[in-house]
C-alpha cells in the first residue's frame, strides 16, 4: 500500500513568524530619503508587505517619476544589507510569542512537514533562520528569488514538489491576503494569522478557512479546516 502524502504546513515569514516591521518601515524610510520621495504612510507600507519587493515598490511608487520604483529596490536592499552586516539583537526580527514552540510542535507530529513561503529574498530569509535556529526544523524553503512575487502560486507548487505533498492535505499559514490567495491557487488549505499587517476581516475577505489569534490555537485550526477537504 503506498504511504500517505504528508501534511505539509507551510508559513509565510514576515508578520507570521517573525515581527519584521520595525526592520521593513526603517529600510522603506531610508530608501524613500534617498531617493527624494516622501515615505507613504507606515499603513501604506505595511499593507504591502508579502509581495516581492519590486511588486511592492512598484505599487508604492505609482504616481511617482518613471525609474522611481527601481532605485526605491536598490536603496531597500542596500539599507537591509548594511543592517545585517552592522549584527547584533537590532538587526535581528523576533520571533511572535508562541512561533518556536509551535514549529517545534508540528514538525515533531508523525507525517507532518512544515515549511516557508516568503517574499524575502534568500539572504533575508537565511540570516532569519540562523538567527533563530530554525534550519533543522524546515522541509521545504521558497523564496521570492526563485519564483514570481505571491499570490502567484509557485512558491507552493515547488513545495509540494519538493516534500512529495498534496495539496489536499496542505496547510497555507500567513498574515496577507497575498499569502491566503497563492494558498488557494495551490489548491490548499489557508489559515490567516490575527496578529500581523492584514486585519482580520481582509483575510476572511480574501477566502481563509479559519482564522487564528494564537500559535496556541493553531494545530486544532489546522484539523479543522483539514477535515473539511474533499
Given at each position: 500500500?503506498?504511504?500517505?502524502?504528508?501534511?505539509?504546513?507551510?508559513?509565510?515569514v514576515d508578520?507570521?513568524?517573525?515581527?519584521?516591521?520595525?526592520?521593513?518601515?526603517?529600510?522603506?524610510?531610508?530608501?524613500?530619503?534617498?531617493?527624494?520621495?516622501?515615505?507613504?504612510?507606515?499603513?501604506?507600507?505595511?499593507?504591502?508587505?508579502?509581495?516581492?519587493?519590486?511588486?511592492?515598490?512598484?505599487?508604492?511608487?505609482?504616481?511617482?517619476?518613471?525609474?522611481?520604483?527601481?532605485?526605491?529596490?536598490?536603496?531597500?536592499?542596500?539599507?537591509?544589507?548594511?543592517?545585517?552586516?552592522?549584527?547584533?539583537?537590532?538587526?535581528?526580527?523576533?520571533?511572535?510569542?508562541?512561533?518556536?514552540?509551535?514549529?517545534?510542535?508540528?514538525?515533531?507530529?508523525?507525517?507532518?512537514?512544515?515549511?516557508?513561503?516568503?517574499?524575502?529574498?534568500?539572504?533575508?530569509?537565511?540570516?532569519?533562520?540562523?538567527?533563530?535556529?530554525?534550519?533543522?526544523?524546515?522541509?521545504?524553503?521558497?523564496t521570492a528569488?526563485?519564483?514570481?512575487?505571491?499570490?502567484?502560486?509557485?512558491?507552493?507548487?515547488?513545495?509540494?514538489?519538493?516534500?512529495?505533498?498534496?495539496?489536499?492535505?496542505?496547510?497555507?499559514?500567513?498574515?496577507?491576503?497575498?499569502?491566503?490567495?497563492?494558498?488557494?491557487?495551490?489548491?490548499?488549505?489557508?489559515?490567516?494569522?490575527?496578529w500581523g499587517?492584514?486585519?482580520?476581516?481582509?483575510?476572511?475577505?480574501?477566502?481563509?478557512?479559519?482564522?487564528?489569534?494564537?500559535?496556541?490555537?493553531?494545530?486544532?485550526?489546522?484539523?479543522?479546516?483539514?477535515?473539511?477537504?474533499?
Amino acid at each position: 500500500m503506498t504511504a500517505p502524502a504528508p501534511q505539509l504546513v507551510v508559513f509565510d515569514v514576515d508578520g507570521t513568524l517573525v515581527d519584521s516591521q520595525h526592520l521593513i518601515v526603517g529600510a522603506m524610510e531610508y530608501a524613500f530619503a534617498a531617493a527624494g520621495q516622501p515615505m507613504p504612510a507606515r499603513e501604506t507600507v505595511l499593507g504591502i508587505v508579502g509581495l516581492s519587493l519590486p511588486e511592492a515598490m512598484a505599487l508604492l511608487a505609482a504616481g511617482l517619476p518613471e525609474g522611481t520604483a527601481g532605485h526605491l529596490v536598490e536603496h531597500y536592499r542596500e539599507r537591509s544589507i548594511a543592517h545585517r552586516r552592522a549584527g547584533g539583537a537590532a538587526a535581528v526580527a523576533p520571533l511572535y510569542p508562541g512561533a518556536r514552540a509551535a514549529l517545534e510542535r508540528l514538525s515533531a507530529r508523525p507525517g507532518t512537514l512544515i515549511g516557508v513561503a516568503t517574499g524575502k529574498a534568500r539572504r533575508g530569509l537565511d540570516h532569519v533562520v540562523e538567527a533563530h535556529g530554525l534550519g533543522h526544523l524546515l522541509a521545504t524553503v521558497q523564496t521570492a528569488d526563485d519564483h514570481p512575487s505571491k499570490p502567484h502560486p509557485s512558491m507552493l507548487l515547488a513545495a509540494l514538489a519538493e516534500t512529495g505533498g498534496d495539496p489536499r492535505r496542505a496547510t497555507m499559514v500567513g498574515d496577507t491576503e497575498f499569502d491566503i490567495a497563492m494558498g488557494r491557487a495551490a489548491g490548499m488549505a489557508t489559515v490567516g494569522v490575527a496578529w500581523g499587517y492584514h486585519p482580520p476581516a481582509r483575510l476572511v475577505a480574501a477566502g481563509a478557512d479559519a482564522i487564528v489569534d494564537s500559535f496556541d490555537a493553531l494545530d486544532a485550526a489546522i484539523e479543522r479546516v483539514a477535515e473539511r477537504r474533499p
